[in-house]
């Protein structure tokens, strides 16, 4: 379940540069037309024919310099538009001829919002956590004004013992919340200090690691259930140095995870910190963004500031080294097959796709890329009348909060559920709640062999034994959406693996040729736009070096 935590107008680029699609019903067979690409000077000639059901290709006479885009993205997700805008808005002197494919007809890859009957609902991911490099990315997208933020007073929620109990949101509300007990949280402070025992000098799974540094408690009522609701992962397998890194290293700086955070506060403050931007808004608290009609907002958005340089229906099909040291891709298209030459290339499509197209270039980049695994979710939008919530569940009346997250150990099968009415506005009519419900994930695979009406069933049923009265009437379906691969498991030894995809590369003289996406930079939404700008400055870096030098 992508969650706050977690689990992506018409604003003109400064520079804009053109690439404009060619139409073959307005060109005869294999002839040559040369598209001319600006940037504030005449840069370079790119050229390439099409011919319906033949191999459209390759550069014109002129030389391999002037003839080929500057970086191609492949795939239309939230991570490879956001790599895109990046590339145009913070290196636009590298990077001006760029483009970005995507195999479907429509951009933002699981970023799925649907508005219907007065319901406006999210398939996907839910929202983000609003970190300033997602709102850059909002602002430079046009999209300020439709940016909507959670109540950061909002509770969350932890099924533990039949009572939805809140999860502690301040440091000092640590000593009053009756989800753990006095001698659990006795035991997390001390572990937190270092009285604990060492770490075993081998990778750790998040389980090994929260109950050796914070004890069984936490573990079992906060991070389980966060596991889930982030990763819908098992955290006996999931690494904690992959999945959690910044707290891991809390404590491999410091010696403890408080004497990791004293560490990194003293060094933060060694540091000049450059000015923050003045145009990006100022969230309060802990809090969660989505925009007015939905997250989907944004991948069109940055899709319409992309302008022509995205090409949706373009499934590749083939990817090679040329002789220049550039890429020359085929596609399918509408318009029949096409190819085209670029100095560098992005691979932000999920890792088996990946290692499928990559596996002709390295067998050893593709084998590892092949072991990743994406264990299936489905999420299912109900909505009840208002009367229908326990009197228990309200505060002042009302359903408030963020949601609720169900550890394993509770006796129910849906991971999660997301009170989609109380968090953003505008989500249900009046007189109803909207929730969104998210079950499966890699310790359920089942969902699979089961139907959406069975799916809905297990949905309704938890809720009456915690959220909804028991004699309530039937939910109103809305949504069943089931992703069979839906999100990489951060598993014991995935860095390694995939520092093995990206040696493999290399040594197959793959050099240009990166790796993107949430298998590499982190599953939640607001990660996959952080490591976007990462990815971003790794690729202008490449070609400063050696392009521009």
């Given at each position: ?72 993205v ?34 933002g ?34 999209l ?6 959670g ?42 200090l ?30 389980e259930p ?56 100022k ?34 099909s ?45 067998g ?13 979710v ?75 009406s ?10 009456r ?42 040594e ?42």
């Amino acid at each position: 379940m992508a969650t706050g935590s977690t689990l992506l107008t018409d604003l003109p680029f400064r520079r804009p540069h053109p690439l404009t699609l060619l139409r073959p019903s307005n060109i005869p067979s294999f002839h040559p037309l040369h598209i001319s690409l600006q940037n504030n000077r005449l840069r370079s000639y790119f050229r390439c024919s099409i011919a319906e059901g033949s191999t459209a290709l390759s550069p014109s006479n002129a030389s391999s310099q002037s003839s080929i885009l500057d970086c191609v993205v492949v795939g239309a997700g939230i991570s490879g538009l956001c790599i895109a805008q990046a590339l145009a808005t913070k290196h636009p002197d590298v990077a001006p001829n760029i483009i970005v494919t995507e195999a479907k007809d429509r951009v933002g890859g699981n970023i799925t919002t649907v508005e219907r009957d007065g319901y406006l609902w999210e398939e996907g991911p839910n929202s983000f956590q609003p970190s300033d490099p997602i709102l850059t990315m909002v602002v430079d997208s046009g999209l300020k004004d439709d940016l909507v933020l959670g109540d950061p007073d909002a509770p969350r929620f932890v099924l533990w013992n039949g009572k939805l109990r809140p999860v502690p949101a301040k440091p000092n509300d640590l000593p009053f919340f009756d989800l753990m007990s006095i001698g659990g949280k006795i035991r997390a402070g001390f572990g937190a200090l270092g009285i604990r025992p060492p770490p075993p000098g081998r990778e750790e799974s998040v389980e090994e690691f929260v109950r050796r540094n914070l004890g069984n408690e936490v573990f079992e009522r906060l991070i389980e259930p966060f596991c889930s609701g982030v990763y819908a992962g098992d955290p006996s397998k999931l690494s904690m140095k992959a999945a959690f890194g910044k707290v891991w290293r809390l404590e491999q700086n410091g010696g403890s995870i408080i004497g990791g955070t004293f560490k990194a506060l003293q060094e933060r403050n060694k540091t000049t910190k450059p000015p923050r931007d003045p145009r990006l808004p100022k969230p309060k608290g802990q809090t969660v963004g989505s925009f007015r009609k939905g997250l989907t907002m944004l991948p069109n958005a940055i899709s319409t500031c992309l302008g022509s340089k995205v090409k949706v229906s373009w499934k590749l099909s083939s990817i090679s080294k040329v002789d220049d040291g550039g890429y020359s891709l085929t596609y399918e298209t509408p318009e029949g097959l096409v190819s085209i030459l670029s100095r560098s290339v992005i691979m932000t499509v999920p890792s088996y796709i990946a290692g499928t197209l990559l596996r002709p270039i390295s067998g050893k980049a593709a084998d590892a890329l092949s072991k990743f695994y994406y264990p299936p979710v489905a999420s299912v939008t109900i909505s009840y009348p208002k009367g229908a919530i326990r009197k228990e569940c309200l505060i002042d009346g009302e359903l408030k909060g963020f949601g609720q997250l169900h550890p394993r150990s509770q006796g129910v099968t849906t991971l999660g559920t997301i009170y989609s009415s109380s968090l953003f506005p505008n989500r249900a009519p009046d007189g109803r709640v909207l929730l969104l419900n998210y079950i499966g994930g890699a310790t359920n695979t089942g969902i699979l062999s089961q139907t959406e009406s069975e799916l809905i069933e297990v949905v309704d049923r938890d809720l009456r034994k915690i959220l909804i009265n028991p004699n309530a009437e039937d939910p109103l379906p809305l949504s069943v959406r089931v992703w069979p691969q839906a999100i990489p498991q951060f598993l014991i030894g995935h860095l390694d693996v995939l520092d093995t995809a990206k040696a493999g590369l290399r040594e197959a003289g793959m050099e240009g040729l990166f790796l993107g996406g949430n298998y590499v930079c982190g599953v939640a939404l607001g990660r996959c736009v952080e490591g976007a700008y990462e990815a971003a400055a790794e690729v202008a870096g490449f070609l400063s070096k050696k392009v521009y030098k």
